[in-house]
Structures are given as C-alpha cells and as structure tokens.
C-alpha cells in the first residue's frame, strides 16, 4: 500500500504564514482574459481553506509553452484578475517569478493578502528541475501547498525540488483527484466502463494497454477509432489512421479477448469531405467510409449502443470527445454520450481538457460526479504510474 498524502489537516498552523500554492491555472485566454475558468474554480476550497485559516498565500503556475522565455500572450495577470473576482478580494499579479519584485512582494505580504508570480514556464530552470531556482522559490515562502493535479506528473522545480524544501501538503483538489482515481484503479463498482476519444491513438495507448484488464468495457470513439477500424481491415476513406500502430492496436484487441474485456468500436459514422460547418454530411458505416469522405463523428447507431453499455455501468471514466465537437455538424455524437453518461446510475468521472470543455458546453457540469482537471496526470495515474508530484508528497508523510 502507497503512503497517505499529507493534506491540508497536516500541515499545522498556517496563520501569518506565507503559504506557496502550486495551482493549475493553464487556462485558455483570449483577447487577454480568461475564456474557460474551470480550473481556477476547481481549486478556490483550497485557497478559501488557507484563507481563513490565516494565511498569506504566494500563488504559482505555468501557462502554456513559453519554452523558458517571456512570452506576452502568457503572462499570468489574466488569471489574477479572474481569481480576484471569483475571490472577491485584490490578487497582486506580480510580473517576474524569482527576481526583485517577487522578493519584495512575498516578503510583504500579511495574513490573507495573494500574490500571484509570473508563469514558472519563462524561466527554463522550472523544467529543468533545478535546485538552486527551487531555492529562490523556497525563499518566497514558509509552508508549501500542492494543488496542481494537472502537473503532478511533471518533474519540474515548483513541483518536485520545491516539496522537499518547505513543509508540504496536498491541497483539497489535489486530494481529491487522488481519491477518486485511486478507487478507479483500486476498487471501482462493475461494470466499469471506459469511454476514451481523441484525435490520436497513440496519446492513448498506454491507458488503453492499463484498462483493458481493469474494465468490462471499452469505448472507443473519436478519430483514434480509425486506427483500430482500419487494423481490423475497415475501410475508413481519408479519416485519420494511425498505421504505424496497426500492431500496437491488435496487440490491445488480442489482450482485451484474452481478458473478456468488450471493446465497443463505432458502427457508423458522420462523414464528410472536409472538417467544415459548411460541409456536406453522409452517415456511412464506420467499416466502410467513401474513399474521398473522412469520418467526423460518431453517428446515431454508435451513440444507441454505446448509451445501451452506459446504462449498465455502475463506474464510468470518460476521456476525449467522440468528434470534432467545435463544429455543429459534427457534435451530436459527443452530446449523445455525455448525456447517457450523465444520466447513467453510475460513479461518473470524466477528465481531458477537451471532454471538459464539452461538458461545460452542454451545460453537464454538476451531471458527473467527478470533473478531473489533470488530463495527462489522470491517464497517466491510471496507468498506474507513479506520479512526481505525489510521491514526493508520499515521501514527507512517510
């Protein structure tokens, strides 16, 4: 058995203190201000906890790909604006990350005052890692606080190198996360039912390989369903096909017979020329796709039979969308899923920035039990990986 996390009931008297605050606050901005909130709202009972507990808090994140330089369109004041009005309190956006201002900011800051630093991302050494930036991060704080579920997986400096320098503790989100995957992997109630979509794969492979012995079904959606079409001798047009993953993709057929595991694959398919609002549709069989048409989404008979399995379930895990849902014409199927998931007599868990942002869509956020914010953390945990982020938190409990 895995060591317990040490939490927020752990962490002792916070009162005064400066608490650094690991968040995932990877939103995604447009014109410059927060388009999708999700994950800042996912973690304000933490903030909110450590607030009236007294706290000073020191907020950090990454936001997007900067590759450790400054990057204009990713700086964090967008996401400290947000957080100030969700909170309804001022969060100072602080424009480095360990330089001067940090320093005289943090060293500042009283009980239930925030500042936010700049994204960990402009500065190299946070991938890398590094001690000595994970010691000028150290410097800004008293006690360390992890709720970043969405970076567990990465061994990155605010992350890894940073816990073992201040007394640390998961924060609530954070704690949940592993809760609850923890029971999808330990000790879900049967049927369990895994419903995965995406573009490639090949992102999903691993987790496929690690569910197929842990679920009675797997529902497979979305253009990564092409790959196992085609390796199955299906003739998919000009859909996405993997088909360097032909043996990978037999290889998880053959374990999942061996396993009695049900792999549930499309049985049509919505079907165009072009990934377009504008496009002409056709419902086709998924096995046999025009040769100048690409499948799209999932069609009715597809979303029928997979609602039939749903309706079964006692635990279902959804990851990825079953079409390009963006577009009108081809989000009926994803719409059809969510909806026999949400109204399924069943744990429901779903997670993957893009399966959230369809949930949120058709407005079926408090429809699901569980709304995972970690995306790649989530498959990766179910995998049965050993998380950075975690363990290092495993290790101070221990």
């Not at 100048?292 to 749903?310: C, H, K, N, S």
Request: aromatic content about 4%; glycine content about 10%; proline content about 5%.
């Amino acid at each position: 058995m895995p060591s317990p996390l040490r939490t927020l009931d752990d962490l002792g008297d916070v009162s005064g203190k400066r608490t650094f605050v690991r968040v995932d606050y990877n939103v995604p901005l447009e014109n410059g201000v927060v388009a999708d909130d999700l994950r800042i709202r996912a973690g304000l009972p933490t903030l909110k906890e450590l607030l009236n507990r007294g706290a000073a808090l020191v907020l950090a994140s990454h936001l997007g790909r900067p590759k450790g330089r400054v990057n204009e369109d990713l700086r964090m004041a967008p996401a400290a604006d947000r957080l100030g009005e969700l909170l309804e309190r001022d969060v100072a956006a602080v424009s480095d990350v360990v330089g001067d201002e940090a320093q005289a900011v943090c060293s500042h800051l009283a009980s239930g005052e925030i500042a936010m630093l700049e994204n960990l991302r402009f500065d190299p050494r946070e991938e890398q890692n590094d001690p000595e930036f994970a010691d000028e991060l150290a410097a800004l704080a008293d006690v360390y606080v992890d709720d970043a579920f969405g970076a567990a997986h990465r061994s990155h400096a605010s992350v890894v190198a940073l816990a073992e320098r201040l007394p640390s503790a998961a924060g609530r989100l954070l704690q949940r996360e592993v809760e609850v995957l923890t029971t999808l992997l330990e000790r879900p109630d049967e049927p369990y039912v895994a419903v995965l979509g995406g573009a490639k794969v090949s992102d999903k492979l691993e987790a496929i390989s690690a569910l197929i012995p842990r679920v009675d079904a797997l529902l497979i959606g979305g253009a990564m369903a092409f790959t196992f079409l085609a390796a199955r001798g299906g003739n998919v047009g000009r859909s996405l096909v993997e088909q360097d993953r032909f043996d990978e993709v037999r290889e998880a057929d053959r374990l999942a017979s061996e396993k009695g595991c049900l792999v549930q694959l499309p049985e049509d398919v919505v079907a165009a020329e072009e990934s377009s609002v504008d496009a002409l549709l056709k419902t086709v069989r998924a096995d046999d796709i025009p040769r100048d048409l690409m499948g799209l989404d999932v069609g009715p008979r597809t979303v029928e039979e997979f609602a039939r399995t749903l309706a079964d379930a006692r635990t279902i895990l959804w990851n990825g969308p079953m079409g390009v849902f963006e577009l009108e014409p081809f989000s009926a199927g994803t719409r059809g899923v969510a909806r026999a998931a949400a109204g399924a007599k069943a744990f429901t868990v779903v997670g993957g920035g893009d399966t959230l942002l369809a949930v949120k869509r058709l407005g079926l956020e408090d429809s699901f039990d569980h709304l995972s914010t970690g995306g790649g953390a989530s498959l990766e945990f179910l995998e049965g990986r050993a998380l950075p982020g975690i363990e290092v938190l495993r290790r101070k409990a221990g």
